[in-house]
Nanobody, 118 residues
Framework: QLQASGGGSVQAGGSLRLSCQAS????????MNWYRQPPEKQRSLVAA???????NYADSVKGRFTISRDNAKNTVYLQMNSLEPEDTAVYYC??????????????WGRGTQVTVSS
């Protein structure tokens, strides 16, 4: 239901912009998030943005990555600058929803590969 795009291969110091859009309208989204999973490592949170626009970043990407969202389009973006080989991973978008009766639900995209060469 979430479609991510924008991954690819770049050299260190380069930039990429990831996008993630819901294929149909999703209501009551609390946060839109980007996670990543490097090879043979666990998935971890990279950046998050609330409905009100408050953001949170992993220490390793602060100052280099910027998350933003378009609520009207149900879309979240991740602008990645000054990329480093350590940023190589599969990136997943996630929408965290609180349903009508307070039920939490996570929506996940399929993941997009980002490869940074030195």
């Amino acid at each position: 239901q979430l479609q991510a795009s924008g991954g690819g291969s770049v050299q260190a110091g380069g930039s990429l912009r990831l996008s993630c859009q819901a294929s149909e309208r999703i209501f009551n989204i609390q946060t839109m998030n980007w996670y990543r999973q490097p090879p043979e490592k666990q998935r971890s949170l990279v950046a998050a943005v609330t409905t009100g626009g408050n953001t949170n970043y992993a220490d390793s990407v602060k100052g280099r990555f910027t998350i933003s969202r378009d609520n009207a389009k149900n879309t979240v973006y991740l602008q990645m600058n000054s990329l480093e080989p350590e940023d190589t991973a599969v990136y997943y978008c996630n929408f965290f929803v609180i349903g009508t009766f307070g039920t939490p639900t996570n929506y996940w995209g399929r993941g997009t590969q980002v490869t940074v060469s030195s």
